[in-house]
């Protein structure tokens, strides 16, 4: 089974930058669909980021296009997400989530329960 752990997370201020790492063991995800989900206090969890398996299809919600970018090292078998130009309303704990199988819209790819997978989360604070 996969087990996914991120890391990278902080405390920054409002236009900082940070870079989340997942990185996931006892199994080779490079065949994986993976994806970076978020949870503000007292909301849902919410879509963030995803990649395809190989790397050239990724998906974000629109309100980090442009700030976030996911990326993956199949060879390292870990998932990236490089967050810049972070605001306050980005504070969340982030979740690495992974599954093996294959999507082909971007539907598929937004909802929670595509993802058979998941990390514990890490935290990610933006103070104004």
């Known amino acids: 089974q996969v087990q996914l752990v991120e890391s990278g997370g902080g405390s920054v201020q409002a236009g900082d930058s940070l870079r989340l790492s997942c990185a996931a063991s006892?199994?080779?995800?490079?065949?994986?669909?993976m994806a970076w989900f978020r949870q503000a206090p007292g909301q849902e969890r919410d879509f963030v980021a995803a990649?395809?398996?190989?790397?050239?299809?990724?998906y974000y919600r629109d309100s980090v296009e442009g700030r976030f970018a996911i990326s993956r090292d199949n060879g390292k078998n870990t998932l990236y997400l490089q967050m810049s130009s972070l605001k306050p309303e980005d504070t969340a704990v982030y979740y690495c989530?992974?599954?093996?199988?294959?999507?082909?819209?971007?539907?598929?790819?937004?909802?929670?329960?595509?993802?058979?997978?998941w990390g514990q989360g890490t935290q990610v604070t933006v103070s104004s």
């Open positions: 990649i395809k398996w190989s790397g050239d299809s990724t």
């Open positions: 006892r199994v080779n995800v490079s065949n994986y669909a």
């Open positions: 989530a992974a599954s093996p199988l294959t999507y082909t819209s971007r539907n598929a790819y937004i909802m929670e329960v595509a993802y058979a997978y």
